[in-house]
């Protein structure tokens, strides 16, 4: 199970240097690829203030290796020396313990803001507006052309007396529309 831990550590190795500081990149010769990236980008919210100096640096550089030496060192202290199991589920007393057990409760978040009423959503068009909206407003055009051809029909039957009629019919209503 280490091992994709060692490799990512690996990996970060060799991404530090992308980023490397000016202090010690320039004598080594890493370059600095990340330095203007964004240039251009936003340009009325960017500000570009050049190289901070030397002893800004050494010291960021020497403050970050300080904090992740701690880190190290009370990790071991904790897990090694003192061999301190990690507790189970139902010995967590601390809020701020339980409060990361529970990975800030975003999955509960995710579920109540966005999952519930999707679902909810989802169950109202699968219960009402497919059946009662779609599924009606598509049988009841069938319904209205199945309607208007049985009327047509009526018209269209091959006697040439209806015909004659209709067109006197239509002729009358011309006139008089005129009129």
Do not use: C
Not at 130 to 140: F, M, Q, S, T, Y
């Amino acid at each position: 199970m280490t091992t994709p831990l060692w490799v990512l550590a690996g990996l970060s190795v060799v991404a530090g240097f992308i980023g490397f500081p000016h202090a010690v990149g320039h004598s080594i010769h890493v370059g600095h690829w990340l330095d203007h990236f964004l240039e251009g980008m936003n340009a009325g919210t960017m500000v570009y203030h050049g190289d901070m100096p030397l002893i800004t640096e050494v010291a960021l550089m020497l403050l970050a290796t300080a904090i992740a030496v701690a880190g190290i060192m009370l990790a071991r202290q904790i897990y090694v020396v003192k061999a301190t199991a990690a507790l189970e589920d139902d010995e967590i007393k601390s809020d701020v313990h339980r409060l990361l057990k529970d990975k800030y409760r975003i999955d509960e978040l995710y579920d109540t803001l966005v999952r519930k009423p999707l679902d909810a959503l989802s169950r109202w068009f699968d219960g009402i507006a497919e059946p009662k909206l779609i599924d009606g407003l598509v049988n009841a055009s069938g319904r209205w052309t199945r309607g208007v051809g049985q009327g047509i029909r009526l018209l269209h039957n091959g006697r040439m007396f209806i015909y004659m009629l209709m067109m006197i019919a239509a002729l009358v209503l011309m006139l008089l529309s005129l009129l």
